[in-house]
């Protein structure tokens, strides 16, 4: 070709027709074409016009086949859709300007094999086996890969457990599977039936407990990608991306140690924008509503190509989210909305949910070291000794009555309403055995908690829910450590101490003052019972405004106390925000405790039963006469600087893991929706972040550890497993790492 002809092929690309100009326009407006891409999968293309690829594209690339971004092929999309071919229109132009709209076939379709028969393998991982610090999970669809899979294992230098899942062929899997243990004898080889991709072999060993205890989990699989002309360089990009040859060790601990880090994925492979939507957004919405995680489609940002290294709080929720394999799609070469495509995008709201980030290669590689975490100088959740029968109960709602035939028997109010939420590691435990008090302790202990601060029942003299703390004090070695909260609300036939027939009432006699200091002596005495500035017992009142005198009977309670020998008390009240029948002075008290969801809820809150009536966008149970308000907008209200200016000086913050009383309350329930451990541990964040500094001696308050029929619950759960728990031991660590802290500085 002469150099005149050269330069007139050059100058085409300037002097496009009408059509041609409507397609750039199109192009541009809908975001089709990817420079990027069309740059990097062309390179035979002379530099000179790859500066204006669009422009090549128009005019000389189409024809050629090349595509314009990753997934469009103009090929095959005038194949798949004839009638286009027959119009003599640009695939491109009509897929901009139609096909986009009525979601047509864009890239090849994958050819449908017919495997086999196979039966999911039955596995259970235990708690109690050893595992390395971290995990490398594959899914071989492709038994051809294996040898390039097994190239990229071999160079690797750091311990991991490996767990690899085949599509089940026949005979020729048998032998792959044979010769991978052999290779591999620690290995977990299992085959699959051909279901859910590569999604489903990796959801089946997460919800067996295979992933429970690592600090990553590193999810790679057979992507030949024959849709594309690169597809091998691609898939090798993508796995090379996580799994570098070099400096591989140091970004994986900085990935680790990165709080905020949720996804580490190859450069490219964090896909934001709604164009990535497809046929999936009403798939995902069902799906996060597992967790009470609403989206409305406005906004994606996920990890791309189902390769990459994931974390804890990730794997944790998906597991919460329980879905089994009769919920995933049979596989016929669907291109777009099945569960599988459906749980690639819930992965970035998952993370999001967790105010954690989908990070690129080039990102891992550039993190740094972390700014020190706030943590409390002290931490005290509420707890109910409530959960073993009285003969109160027996009367009032029937024998053997506790607050667990009210947790399950909770109904689902709504789509997505999370009920009912039933225990796990410690069961339908009751309290008169006093081992579980142990074993509530350790596991408080190991998450952060410093005290319990136990709901006493005192009615003028007559204790109700008193045994398992009367049996506390005959276990010395029991390590419970604790102090009480004199809960002197009236007990009512409705459940919420503001209404109802009255069944206990709290009549404050003359003289109660004496004899309820004199009933908490024996506790008081006990070594276990919490002096949390290291000098005063703590009492606390849970509606000192109900007390006819706060004042006087604050005073005579002291009075009693240093009569008795204890001396001072540091005494403490709740800021319940409803009015009582007296006006309490903020100094009476020593300190105040804030009590979430109590003064936290403003009237732009409520999704449903409050001013703007039913904005939840879903019908709810008939007859549903409650209240719903949205978990996380009261995350931030008890932040915002008008909120806590209506606080008492010295309140301690407080949390919530959750709020829904349907289990007392039924269609009358109130309900904090969009409560799971991931948002739980944003509000904890914040918390440290903006307030922990200003609360009374830098202390937090959890509302609470085991009210059940409230769902304000940090106990391990079926649906959560220890997840409260360890999202809280990560932000502000165990008792014993608080001390070795301490030691240090």
């Given at each position: 070709?002469?150099?005149?002809?050269?330069?007139?092929?050059?100058?085409?690309?300037?002097?496009?027709?009408?059509d041609?100009?409507?397609?750039?326009?199109?192009?541009?407006?809908?975001?089709?074409f990817?420079?990027?891409?069309?740059?990097?999968?062309?390179?035979?293309?002379?530099?000179?016009?790859?500066?204006?690829?669009?422009?090549?594209?128009?005019?000389?690339?189409?024809?050629?086949?090349?595509?314009?971004?990753?997934?469009?092929?103009?090929?095959?999309?005038?194949r798949?859709?004839?009638?286009?071919?027959?119009t003599?229109?640009?695939?491109?132009?009509?897929?901009?300007?139609?096909?986009?709209k009525?979601?047509?076939?864009t890239?090849e379709?994958?050819?449908?094999?017919?495997?086999?028969?196979?039966?999911?393998?039955?596995?259970?991982?235990?708690?109690?086996?050893?595992?390395?610090?971290?995990?490398?999970?594959?899914?071989?669809?492709?038994?051809?890969?294996?040898p390039?899979?097994?190239?990229?294992?071999?160079?690797?230098?750091?311990?991991?457990?490996?767990?690899v899942?085949l599509?089940?062929?026949?005979?020729?899997?048998?032998?792959?599977?044979?010769?991978?243990?052999?290779?591999y004898?620690?290995?977990?080889v299992?085959?699959?039936?051909?279901?859910?991709?590569?999604?489903?072999?990796?959801?089946?060993?997460?919800?067996?407990?295979?992933?429970?205890?690592?600090?990553a989990?590193?999810k790679?699989?057979t992507?030949?990608?024959p849709?594309?002309?690169?597809?091998?360089?691609?898939?090798?990009?993508?796995?090379?991306?996580?799994?570098?040859?070099?400096?591989?060790?140091?970004?994986?601990?900085?990935?680790?140690?990165?709080?905020?880090?949720?996804?580490w994925?190859?450069?490219?492979?964090?896909f934001?924008g709604?164009?990535?939507?497809?046929?999936n957004?009403?798939?995902?919405?069902?799906?996060?509503?597992?967790?009470?995680?609403?989206?409305?489609?406005?906004?994606?940002?996920?990890?791309?190509?189902?390769?990459?290294?994931?974390?804890?709080?990730?794997?944790?929720?998906?597991?919460?989210?329980?879905?089994h394999?009769?919920?995933?799609?049979?596989?016929?070469?669907?291109?777009?909305?099945?569960v599988?495509?459906?749980?690639?995008?819930?992965?970035?709201?998952?993370?999001?949910?967790?105010?954690q980030?989908?990070?690129?290669t080039?990102?891992?590689a550039?993190?740094?070291?972390?700014?020190?975490?706030?943590?409390?100088?002290f931490?005290?959740?509420?707890?109910?000794?409530?959960?073993?029968?009285?003969?109160?109960?027996?009367?009032?709602?029937?024998?053997?009555?506790?607050?667990?035939?009210?947790?399950?028997s909770?109904?689902?109010?709504?789509?997505?309403?999370?009920?009912?939420?039933i225990?796990?590691?410690l069961?339908f435990?009751d309290?008169?055995?006093?081992?579980?008090?142990?074993?509530?302790?350790?596991?408080?202990?190991?998450?952060?908690?410093?005290?319990f601060?136990?709901?006493?029942?005192?009615?003028?003299?007559?204790?109700?829910?008193?045994?398992?703390?009367?049996?506390l004090l005959?276990?010395?070695?029991?390590?419970?450590?604790?102090?009480?909260?004199w809960?002197?609300?009236?007990?009512?036939?409705?459940?919420?101490?503001?209404?109802?027939?009255v069944?206990?009432e709290?009549?404050y006699?003359?003289?109660?003052?004496?004899?309820?200091?004199?009933?908490?002596?024996?506790?008081?005495?006990?070594?276990?019972?919490?002096?949390p500035?290291?000098?005063?017992?703590?009492?606390?009142?849970?509606?000192?405004?109900?007390?006819?005198?706060?004042?006087?009977?604050?005073?005579?309670?002291?009075?009693a106390?240093?009569?008795?020998?204890?001396?001072?008390?540091?005494?403490?009240?709740?800021?319940?925000?409803?009015?009582g029948?007296?006006?309490?002075d903020?100094?009476?008290?020593?300190?105040?405790i804030?009590?979430?969801p109590?003064?936290?809820?403003?009237?732009?809150?409520?999704?449903?039963?409050?001013p703007?009536?039913?904005?939840?966008?879903?019908?709810v149970?008939?007859?549903f006469?409650?209240?719903?308000?949205?978990?996380?907008?009261?995350?931030?209200?008890?932040?915002s600087?008008?909120?806590r200016a209506?606080?008492p000086?010295?309140?301690?913050?407080?949390?919530?893991?959750?709020?829904?009383?349907?289990?007392?309350?039924?269609?009358?329930?109130h309900?904090?929706?969009?409560?799971?451990?991931?948002?739980?541990?944003?509000?904890?964040?914040?918390?440290l972040?903006?307030?922990?500094?200003d609360?009374?001696?830098s202390?937090l308050?959890?509302?609470?550890w085991?009210?059940?029929?409230?769902k304000?619950?940090?106990?391990?759960?079926?649906?959560?497993?220890?997840?409260?728990?360890?999202?809280?031991?990560?932000?502000?660590?165990s008792?014993?790492?608080?001390?070795?802290?301490?030691?240090?500085?």
């Amino acid at each position: 070709m002469s150099l005149i002809d050269k330069a007139a092929r050059f100058s085409r690309i300037f002097l496009l027709n009408s059509d041609e100009r409507k397609l750039m326009a199109a192009a541009k407006a809908t975001g089709t074409f990817d420079p990027v891409y069309y740059c990097g999968a062309y390179p035979q293309v002379n530099d000179l016009f790859l500066k204006f690829p669009l422009r090549h594209y128009i005019v000389y690339g189409e024809k050629m086949g090349f595509r314009p971004n990753p997934d469009f092929s103009p090929t095959a999309y005038l194949r798949y859709n004839p009638d286009v071919a027959s119009t003599g229109m640009s695939p491109l132009m009509h897929y901009a300007t139609v096909g986009i709209k009525e979601d047509r076939v864009t890239k090849e379709l994958p050819k449908v094999e017919e495997f086999p028969a196979k039966k999911t393998p039955k596995m259970v991982f235990g708690a109690a086996r050893d595992t390395a610090r971290f995990a490398i999970v594959m899914h071989l669809y492709y038994p051809d890969l294996w040898p390039e899979f097994a190239e990229t294992l071999e160079r690797l230098e750091f311990d991991y457990d490996l767990y690899v899942t085949l599509t089940y062929r026949g005979e020729e899997t048998d032998e792959l599977a044979k010769e991978i243990s052999s290779d591999y004898p620690n290995a977990v080889v299992a085959m699959m039936p051909n279901r859910g991709r590569d999604i489903l072999p990796f959801m089946n060993l997460l919800n067996a407990g295979a992933f429970d205890d690592y600090d990553a989990v590193c999810k790679i699989h057979t992507k030949k990608s024959p849709h594309r002309d690169d597809g091998d360089i691609w898939r090798r990009h993508l796995i090379e991306g996580i799994l570098p040859k070099e400096n591989l060790e140091q970004m994986l601990e900085a990935f680790v140690d990165d709080r905020k880090a949720a996804f580490w994925v190859a450069d490219g492979q964090h896909f934001t924008g709604e164009k990535w939507w497809g046929s999936n957004l009403e798939l995902t919405q069902s799906l996060l509503r597992r967790l009470e995680i609403e989206i409305d489609g406005s906004h994606l940002s996920f990890p791309a190509g189902s390769i990459y290294w994931i974390k804890p709080t990730i794997l944790k929720l998906l597991k919460a989210m329980h879905l089994h394999e009769g919920e995933f799609d049979v596989e016929y070469a669907q291109v777009d909305g099945t569960v599988a495509h459906a749980l690639e995008r819930v992965m970035g709201f998952l993370a999001i949910e967790a105010g954690q980030d989908v990070l690129q290669t080039t990102q891992v590689a550039e993190l740094g070291g972390q700014k020190p975490v706030k943590k409390p100088g002290f931490t005290s959740a509420f707890y109910l000794p409530q959960f073993h029968p009285i003969k109160e109960n027996d009367e009032w709602w029937g024998k053997g009555f506790t607050e667990w035939r009210g947790t399950v028997s909770a109904h689902s109010l709504f789509p997505g309403h999370t009920q009912p939420l039933i225990p796990s590691d410690l069961g339908f435990y009751d309290l008169r055995l006093t081992e579980i008090m142990g074993q509530q302790a350790e596991l408080a202990r190991e998450a952060g908690i410093d005290a319990f601060c136990v709901y006493h029942y005192w009615f003028d003299g007559r204790r109700v829910l008193e045994e398992p703390m009367n049996r506390l004090l005959d276990r010395p070695e029991i390590d419970f450590p604790f102090y009480l909260c004199w809960a002197n609300e009236s007990w009512r036939r409705n459940w919420d101490g503001l209404s109802g027939t009255v069944l206990l009432e709290q009549t404050y006699a003359d003289g109660f003052e004496e004899k309820l200091v004199a009933d908490s002596l024996p506790y008081m005495r006990d070594p276990r019972y919490q002096k949390p500035d290291g000098k005063r017992p703590r009492f606390v009142i849970y509606r000192p405004e109900d007390m006819p005198d706060p004042s006087g009977s604050v005073k005579r309670m002291r009075d009693a106390w240093r009569k008795a020998g204890i001396d001072e008390v540091e005494l403490g009240a709740v800021c319940f925000h409803v009015s009582g029948d007296s006006d309490v002075d903020n100094d009476v008290f020593d300190f105040w405790i804030e009590m979430p969801p109590h003064g936290m809820v403003t009237g732009d809150d409520y999704l449903f039963g409050g001013p703007q009536g039913n904005i939840l966008h879903r019908a709810v149970a008939d007859g549903f006469e409650g209240l719903v308000y949205d978990y996380k907008k009261v995350m931030k209200n008890s932040v915002s600087k008008s909120y806590r200016a209506t606080l008492p000086e010295k309140t301690i913050c407080g949390v919530m893991p959750s709020w829904d009383n349907t289990a007392r309350r039924g269609l009358k329930a109130h309900v904090a929706y969009g409560a799971n451990p991931a948002s739980f541990g944003r509000w904890l964040d914040d918390v440290l972040e903006q307030r922990i500094e200003d609360s009374y001696r830098s202390e937090l308050f959890i509302n609470a550890w085991n009210e059940w029929a409230e769902k304000a619950v940090l106990e391990p759960s079926e649906k959560y497993g220890r997840m409260y728990l360890e999202v809280l031991q990560e932000r502000i660590g165990s008792v014993e790492e608080s001390a070795e802290q301490e030691r240090v500085a």
